[in-house]
């Protein structure tokens, strides 16, 4: 299996921040989902694939090549769009592309074109004239035209209304489905990360709480509600990740849920009442407040 990136035993020390033992990769062609409060190492994460910074301790190789050794042969393969990255407001969106065409010579004129169309972008109007949906949207239109074989995108939707996020993550979504590239989407927002991932990773102050593909991480995780008794041992049940207690009825967030777990509950006398999926900022939240690995 080709690796797009793999991250192995890394750590990065800021004064009031630690990434530690982060173990982490994507396979070629895959696009992953960070999950992360803000402050979580999201943009860490991303600074040290994207060569920005160096990790302290551990490996890190992008493309199959090590960094910061290789840093340069990186990052002409890779495109990455950070929320804190600016163009120049009294110049026009082609001015870019040319700037942009100049500097890689993998630029596919052709391709941005067509982005040009897809995003509804207007080429010769000045940037300054431009919403944030639509700056976000030059931003990327600027990195995809390169083809680079790893996008990463760091909160890429932050700040946008409803509107412009919801045009941003349908436009995306068709160019990832078309061009089959490997990406790192990271957020705070588990909706945006499972509308596009293959596969999720949350990450919790530095740390990783999980990584699984989206569909199986998804299906595995129940909510169930019901009255009764429960087993005086269920806080040690590994699949127990949150429990309540209302009057006479109890709620149980639960992962890798099956039937036999639900029979092993109806043995010790809890009858169920209900049982329902969980979406994925549901999932996070509750694995977050467990303080341990999903």
């Keep these: 299996m080709n690796l797009a990136f793999e991250m192995n035993g890394v750590a990065k020390r800021y004064e009031h921040f630690a990434l530690e033992g982060l173990d ?6 895959e696009v992953m989902g960070l999950v992360g409060v803000n402050g979580a190492g999201k943009t860490t994460v991303l600074r040290l694939l994207s060569g920005l910074a160096s990790a302290d301790a551990g490996e890190v190789r992008v ?14 393969q890779l495109g990455l769009a950070s929320e804190d990255m600016r163009l120049y407001a009294k110049q026009s969106l082609r001015w870019h592309m040319d700037l942009v065409a100049r500097v890689y010579p993998e630029w596919d004129p052709v391709y941005a074109d067509h982005l040009l169309r897809r995003f509804d972008l207007r080429a010769e109007q000045t940037l300054g004239g431009y919403s944030h949906g639509q700056r976000v949207k030059a931003l990327l239109l600027l990195i995809l035209a390169r083809r680079p074989r790893l996008l990463l995108l760091d909160e890429p939707t932050t700040g946008l209304d409803p509107v412009a996020r919801t045009e941003v993550l349908e436009a995306l979504a068709e160019v990832l489905l078309d061009d089959g590239r490997s990406v790192l989407f990271s957020s705070h927002n588990a909706h945006d990360i499972e509308r596009l991932a293959d596969s999720i990773a949350f990450l919790h102050q530095g740390r990783l709480l999980a990584q699984q593909d989206k569909e199986g991480f998804v299906d595995s995780w129940r909510r169930v509600v019901g009255q009764g008794e429960l087993p005086a041992d269920l806080g040690a049940w590994p699949e127990l990740a949150w429990q309540r207690r209302n009057g006479q009825l109890a709620e149980l967030k639960l992962r890798h849920y099956d039937e036999a777990l639900a029979a092993r509950l109806r043995a010790q006398g809890f009858q169920i009442h209900k049982v329902e999926a969980m979406n994925l900022e549901d999932i996070f939240i509750t694995t977050v407040r467990a303080g341990a690995s999903a």
């Design 24 to 29: 982490l990769r994507l396979p070629e062609g």
């Design 63 to 76: 493309l199959d090549l090590p960094l910061p050794a290789q840093q340069v042969q990186v990052k002409q």
